[in-house]
């Protein structure tokens, strides 16, 4: 396949599926679903209100917070657990039944515990973030060749010179995919817990544009700028991935 | 030297029929704008029933060479002929040989060797699997999955599932490569063994030097990259060969010498 | 040579199922012996938290959180009643429909963007962009289009579990070794044989790996689903019940019996990776 067609396909198909999609509009006289040039609009209409970069800043807020807050605690969890396999056994059983709860289902316990509002918002996004990260973390520690360890031992190095040195270099890459996913699941709840427990931010968007008044412009337009700013996230994540692999070298 | 050899060569296969002919192929692999020959203007032909060696260090080309003849992948130039026709495409009269990896995962022994036999009556199916596993001398594990099996018995799964399908030519490509030096000698008696019962025509690419004296008819000596080939040996030894017998021994060195190897370690 | 050869074959062999059994047995023994022991540790542990969740509730200022005999009596009252089994079928038969649909559709075609490259590379932006876009996004336009109702939230579990089914069905086929293509090609098998005889089982490993995670997803948001959707399910029995009277030992059991569903679910579906036909895709042996 040559360089032009890598994006001569890709534009084929999306100019496809816009031609689709304003056809769609036109030919069945739908008065509320909208049309590409009136998400356009609808966009314009956002950023000239000063509204869309703040949304925009509001809804990262809330993911940097509770995807932070997952990491400072889900990743020396999930060192614990993955190298002491008594403590795995012990309390994984307990995260594998909360695990498959969704987020949101835990919506009236968070608002009975904070409130309504940002930290309702944060928390959610935490525990979405939570699990994924610790289930990778312990993943990339229990896969960590034996011979590194001994070799850690061999050579002197304390417990925590093992930890730094040895351990947390050699689970990395399996980390850094746990980080990738959790960034991903934090974006996708941010959006859902916006939509149901704060004032601002992308997801309250697509709620209140179709509540406040059928605005489907603006809902499309919402929808569109999750999935780039999500994409653009977990570009960016992935670009770390590739730097840490190339100078410290993936395990054989 | 290049064409004495080869006239020494076509006089004593005019006897045999000849079953493969490879004529001039060459091959250039090109990437980035970078190209590479990999192979140079080679000519061999193989008669039937013949063991063939090709003996070369790694990445000189003689797998390249090997995947050329088996059909999956076209020369840059050149072409090969086998019974007369030209080769295209993989083809169920020659079967290819991987290493143990070749053996598919995901099922049994059994379902392995009868792999190829989608066109048999169920009977006759049943039969030839059992043959072919005996064989190979896997009976008893019929029913066993790849994964429980050792390194050699996963190669000897794999030669007796290209057997089953009665080919004319078998190519191996290091099959024993992955295996203990111990199991390899086990291996190659196995081979022998199952070549002198069936007689199909076989080539076979190694870097072991040994190996290649040990079983073949003819040694194919490559060079280095772009390949050509040095010198073909003939190995007038019969089975079973002594590995100690000074014949043998003054085979293995003139390859030795040809390759520029020293005899002291 | 050849004698010694087939001795040393035969010697192998027997080896190789001597050692096997005796291990085997050996095996099985401390297995059962180990299970025995390492259950009592994590019920230890549940049981202690069980009990601060009772100390926790008893000694709450303002008396709102259940304890866990409350919601233990919660799931009963919901047992009797018929609500529990109704809701739990309304939110599997959702999940199962929008799965399954999302799966015959999303697999095909997952595998042909992997198998053709210039298909892979036309839809990979478009993919790539919506796979961010939470399907809980999707809920005005599902409303517009769907009304509120079991449609709606089968359209959502079908968004939900799409792209995922795709993009593990992508990954899939990266990963099938070239060999047993080669291999399959070499046999004579014709392109519809290769397809059904070495690539089907070749990326099944693969694929109900992805199955699994995106049966996961679709619990998670079939959930999600009902408490803004529907009028039915576990979901909506969460919102019901805070909404008709703070009744939040429902709440936590309706949330309890999510949990145990999904792992059920997560459970079954590794079990599936054990079969031998699909083991040996997973991880050194």
Redesign the interface.
């Known amino acids: 396949m040559k360089r032009w067609e890598s994006l001569f396909w890709p534009a084929l198909v999306a100019a496809t599926g816009l031609t689709v999609w304003a056809l769609g509009v036109r030919l069945t006289h739908t008065s509320i679903f909208p049309s590409p040039v009136s998400v356009y609009r609808g966009l314009v209409e956002l950023v000239s209100k000063g509204l869309l970069w703040r949304y925009i800043a509001d809804s990262l807020f809330r993911v940097g917070s509770g995807f932070g807050l997952a990491l400072v605690t889900g990743v020396p969890l999930g060192i614990v657990l993955g190298y002491y396999p008594v403590a795995f056994k012990t309390i994984n059983p307990v995260i594998q039944i909360m695990r498959p709860i969704s987020p949101l289902a835990w919506i009236p316990l968070s608002i009975v515990w904070f409130g309504v509002g940002n930290l309702a918002a944060v928390f959610l996004i935490f525990l979405a973030a939570f699990f994924p990260l610790v289930m990778a973390t312990i993943n990339g520690v229990r896969n960590i060749p034996e011979i590194y360890l001994r070799a850690g031992h061999n050579f002197g190095l304390s417990p925590a010179a093992v930890l730094s040195r040895v351990m947390f270099p050699a689970a990395l890459p399996q980390i850094l995919i746990g980080l990738r996913i959790s960034l991903g699941v934090a974006w996708l709840v941010v959006v859902a817990a916006e939509m149901i427990a704060v004032d601002s931010g992308l997801g309250y968007l697509i709620i209140d544009s179709r509540n406040a008044g059928k605005r489907y412009d603006l809902v499309v337009a919402g929808m569109l700028l999750i999935g780039v700013i999500g994409l653009g996230l977990d570009t960016a994540i992935a670009r770390l991935d590739r730097l840490n692999f190339i100078r410290r070298g993936k395990s054989l | 030297m290049l064409k004495s050899a080869l006239a020494l060569d076509e006089a004593a296969n005019r006897k045999a029929k000849t079953k493969l002919t490879i004529e001039g192929v060459g091959m250039r692999f090109s990437e980035h704008g970078k190209s590479v020959d990999v192979l140079d203007s080679l000519r061999l032909e193989v008669s039937e029933g013949e063991f063939v060696c090709i003996l070369g260090p790694s990445g000189c080309g003689k797998s390249t060479l090997l995947n050329i003849v ?1 059909g ?1 992948l076209k020369p840059t130039s050149g072409a090969v002929y086998i019974d007369g026709e030209q080769v295209d ?4 009269r020659r ?2 040989v ?1 290493q143990e ?2 053996v ?4 049994t022994v059994e379902g392995n060797v009868g ?2 036999l ?1 066109n048999l009556p169920k009977k006759e199916k049943q039969e030839r699997i059992a043959h072919y596993v005996k064989l190979v ?5 019929e029913h066993s ?3 429980e099996l ?1 390194g ?2 996963k190669q000897r799964l794999e030669v007796a599932r290209a057997l089953a ?1 009665n080919p004319d030519m078998l190519f191996l490509d290091e099959p024993f490569g992955a295996l203990d030096s111990i199991t390899r000698l ?1 291996m190659r ?2 081979l022998l ?1 199952i070549w002198e019962a069936e007689r199909k025509t076989i080539l076979f690419v190694t870097h072991d030097i040994e190996e290649a004296v040990q079983l073949a008819d003819r040694v194919v000596v490559m060079s280095v990259r772009p390949a050509q080939i040095r010198r073909i040996v003939e190995v007038e030894i019969p089975h ?1 060969r002594d590995i100690s017998s000074p014949r043998y021994l003054k085979l293995r060195d003139s390859i030795f010498d040809e390759i520029g190897l020293a005899h002291q370690v | ?2 004698n ?3 001795s ?3 010697v ?2 027997k080896h ?2 001597g050692s096997q059994r005796t291990e085997a047995s050996a095996s099985a023994i401390r297995l059962r012996m180990n299970a025995a022991k390492y259950a009592i540790a994590p019920i230890a542990f549940i049981a202690l938290l069980i009990m601060i969740w009772q100390v926790a509730a008893d000694h709450q200022a303002v008396a709102i959180l259940p304890g866990p005999w409350a919601v233990a009596k919660g799931i009963t009252e919901l047992a009797l009643n018929g609500l529990l089994l109704k809701y739990m079928v309304a939110s599997l038969f959702r999940v199962t429909w929008g799965f399954l649909g999302a799966a015959i559709l999303a697999i095909p075609f997952g595998l042909f963007l992997g198998w053709n490259r210039r298909a892979g590379a036309a839809f990979g932006p478009l993919i790539q962009i919506f796979r961010p876009i939470s399907p809980l996004a999707w809920i005005p336009i599902s409303i517009l289009w769907f009304g509120v109702g079991d449609l709606a939230a089968f359209f959502l579990i079908f968004v939900a579990s799409f792209l995922p089914l795709t993009l593990g069905a992508m990954s899939a086929v990266s990963r099938i ?1 070239m ?2 293509l ?2 399959g ?4 098998l014709s392109k519809i ?1 290769l397809v059904y ?2 690539l089907y ?2 990326v ?1 490993p693969q694929l109900i790996v992805s199955l699994r995670i995106t049966l996961g997803i679709s619990w998670l948001v079939v959930v999600a689903a009902e408490m803004i959707a529907v009028n039915s399910g576990l979901g909506f029995l969460i919102i019901d019940a805070r909404n008709a009277g703070n009744r939040y030992d429902l709440i936590v059991g309706a949330m309890l019996m999510i949990g145990l569903i999904g792992l059920f679910f997560d459970t079954a579906m590794r079990r599936l990776e054990k079969l ?6 997973y991880g050194r ?1």
Not at chain 2, 89 to 92: A, R, V
Not at chain 2, 137 to 141: D, E, H, R
Not at chain 3, 185 to 188: A, D, L, S, W
Request: net charge positive.
């Open positions: 088996g999956f495409g993989p083809d169920p079967i290819f991987f990896r070749g598919f995962p995901w099922l792999f190829g989608f001398g896997l009976q008893g594990f999955y790849p994964q050792s050699g018995m399908v086990v008696g196995e063994r079973p | 040579m050849e010694k050869d087939a040393v074959v035969r192998e062999g190789v199922l070794d060999v047993h080669n291999a090609r070499n046999f004579g044989q005889r070495v089982p070749a099944m031998p036909s699909v083991r040996w895709g042996n």
